[in-house]
């Protein structure tokens, strides 16, 4: 994706640091433990401030999805694919990003978000049908 940077806030920073790792997280409300995303300061459920980082598992459902064909981007390459994926973990959850597969996807269908460093300081959250990616070993319940 050159050309495009994210330009991180005071609630999204958390978020952007911690996709450069590798951990896929959503925020906690840390009053009412309400999960949200995208970040932002008070809780919807509670209108309180303050809240954790809450690992989950980055996996959802293609829920729609566009084809850009309009370079808005210098250097990105169009046509070019943008999924929304509603995260399985947290239903009330929608999230947006680049689909990395060479056909479009179905609705409804299963993926695993995967992260792909475009840079030496630019790490970006993609999404993969789910039957791309060879199961997985038993998972560590204590994660997260
Ligand atoms: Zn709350």
Not at 5 to 12: C, H, L
Not at 90 to 113: K, Q
Not at 120 to 141: C, G, K, Q, Y
Request: glycine residues 10%.
């Amino acid at each position: 994706m050159p050309g495009y940077r994210p330009q991180p806030d005071r609630d999204s920073l958390g978020w952007w640091e911690r996709v450069a790792r590798r951990q896929f997280a959503v925020q906690e409300c840390g009053a009412c433990g309400t999960l949200r995303f995208p970040p932002r300061a008070f809780c919807a459920a509670c209108r309180t401030e303050g809240w954790n980082w809450r690992e989950v598992a980055p996996e959802g459902k293609v829920e729609s999805w566009i084809v850009n064909r309009r370079p808005f981007v210098p250097g990105l390459g169009d046509p070019y694919l943008v999924v929304m994926v509603r995260l399985t973990p947290v239903p009330g959850c929608l999230m947006y990003g680049n689909w990395r597969a060479e056909r479009p996807p179905e609705p409804g269908e299963r993926v695993r978000g995967v992260f792909t460093q475009v840079d030496e300081a630019l790490t970006v959250l993609d999404w993969m049908p789910e039957s791309f990616i060879p199961a997985r070993p038993a998972e560590n319940p204590a994660a997260g």
